[in-house]
C-alpha cells in the first residue's frame, strides 16, 4: 500500500501554462506538506497543511496554491509557469506529536516539472 | 539565522566496512533531527531520528550521535551494503511541535563493491 502517493510522476509543459499536481495520503496524518527539491538536490519546504488549514507559507510566489480538500489530501496548482519552476516537487505528511505521532514527516515519490 | 550543513557532499566506502555522515547545526535551541536517505528517483524516506534530549539513538545497523555542545549530528551506518547508496540529508526541527524541517544540502555515499 502506498502511503503518500503523488500524481503525476512526470510533467513535461511549456512556460506560461497552468498545471496542477495531486497529492494523496492514507496515513491518517493530519498534516501535509509541499517541498521543492531542484537540480542541487536541495530540500526546501514551500507549504504545510494541518486540517486543511495553511500553517507554513514559504514566501513562495502567489503563482502557486495549494488547495486541500480534505486533511488526507493536498494539491499544488501553478500558474503561468516559468523556467525556474522545473524542479522535483516531493509531498510529505506526518501526525503532529500534539495530537499522539511523532512529527516523522513521509515523503511521496516526486513529482519531476520540467518547464520548456 | 538557522542552517543546517554537511562537512563533506560525497563519501565512497569500501562494501562492509562502516560509513559516517556528518551535519553541522546552527540553531542550538533545535530540538529534533532526523536523518533521510533519498535513492535515486525516489522521495526522502526516513532513517532514524533523535531528540535534544539523547545524545545517541541506535536503530538497524544505524546510529545517530548527537552532540549539542558543538552543534553536531552523525549517522553511522555499519557493514555497509550497495543498497545503502543514496544521499543522506540531516534535517532538524527548530521549535518542538513547529513542524518546519530544515534539510541540509545532503551527502552522497557511494558503496564500493
Known amino acids: 500500500d502506498t502511503a503518500v502517493s503523488q500524481t503525476p510522476k512526470y510533467l513535461v509543459t511549456q512556460m506560461g501554462n497552468d498545471k496542477s499536481i495531486k497529492c494523496e495520503q492514507n496515513l491518517g496524518h493530519d498534516t501535509m506538506y509541499w517541498y521543492k527539491q531542484d537540480s542541487k538536490k536541495f530540500l526546501k519546504i514551500m507549504f504545510s497543511?494541518?486540517?486543511?488549514?495553511?500553517?507554513i507559507n514559504e514566501t513562495v510566489p502567489n503563482r502557486f496554491s495549494p488547495k486541500s480538500p480534505d486533511k488526507a489530501h493536498l494539491n499544488l496548482h501553478i500558474n503561468s509557469l516559468e523556467l525556474g519552476d522545473s524542479a522535483v516537487y516531493f509531498c510529505?505528511?506526518?501526525?503532529?506529536?500534539?495530537?499522539?505521532?511523532?512529527?516523522?514527516?513521509?515523503f511521496g515519490p516526486g513529482t519531476r516539472l520540467t518547464v520548456l | 539565522g538557522e542552517s543546517v550543513g554537511l562537512h563533506l557532499p560525497t563519501l565512497s566506502v569500501q562494501e562492509g566496512d562502516n560509513s559516517i555522515i556528518n551535519c553541522a547545526y546552527s540553531?542550538?535551541?533545535?530540538?529534533?533531527f532526523i536523518w533521510y536517505k533519498q535513492e535515486s528517483g525516489k522521495g526522502p524516506q526516513f532513517i532514524i531520528d533523535?531528540?535534544?534530549?539523547?545524545d545517541k539513538r541506535q536503530g538497524q545497523r544505524v546510529t545517530v550521535l548527537l552532540n549539542k555542545t558543538v552543534k553536531h549530528l552523525s549517522l553511522q551506518i555499519a557493514a555497509t551494503q550497495p543498497g545503502d547508496s543514496a544521499v543522506y540529508f540531516c534535517a532538524e526541527i527548530a521549535n518542538f511541535g513547529n513542524e518546519k524541517l530544515t534539510f541540509g544540502t545532503g551527502t552522497r555515499l557511494t558503496i564500493i563493491p
Open positions: 510529505a505528511s506526518s501526525q503532529d506529536m500534539r495530537q499522539g505521532g511523532t512529527d516523522t514527516q513521509y
Open positions: 533523535i531528540r535534544s534530549n539523547m
Open positions: 540553531n542550538s535551541a533545535s530540538d529534533y
Open positions: 497543511y494541518n486540517n486543511k488549514e495553511l500553517i
